[in-house]
């Protein structure tokens, strides 16, 4: 299993940007299979986006599409997620998640699927 670090959360204006960033240990990131994920005070963790392991294929919740990108950069071990035009609503802790993938073309969307998980990034949008 991998461990990963998020980082880039932090406090921003309604309609502002911000990149969160996701750093991966071990040798292998490459072949994982990447997600983030969130959690609102008081709401369960629900699915944010997810990426194949070369970056070729992305999925987004429906709440995110068109304001989100997630990325990967395999030579930095390390996944992005870029968020547009925030809302209030984005305002959680954003948590990224791997899965050992072995170079599959599958995307993962959900929780169970993920085995190795970050400590989460808060992340503030005010109106």
């Known amino acids: 299993q991998v461990q990963l670090v998020e980082s880039g959360g932090g406090l921003v204006q309604a309609g502002g940007s911000l990149r969160l960033s996701c750093a991966a240990s071990g040798r292998t990131f490459s072949s994982y299979a990447m997600g983030w994920f969130r959690q609102a005070p008081g709401k369960e963790r629900e699915f944010v986006a997810a990426?194949?392991?070369?970056?070729?294929?992305?999925y987004y919740a429906d709440s995110v599409k068109g304001r989100s990108t997630i990325s990967r950069d395999n030579a930095k071990n390390t996944v992005y997620l870029q968020m547009n035009s925030v809302k209030p609503e984005d305002t959680a802790v954003y948590y990224c998640?791997?899965?050992?993938?072995?170079?599959?073309?599958?995307?993962?969307?959900?929780?169970?699927?993920?085995?190795?998980w970050g400590q989460g990034t808060q992340v503030t949008v005010s109106s």
């Open positions: 990426i194949n392991w070369s970056g070729g294929r992305t």
């Open positions: 998640a791997a899965r050992a993938a072995r170079y599959s073309e599958i995307l993962y969307v959900k929780e169970a699927d993920f085995g190795s």
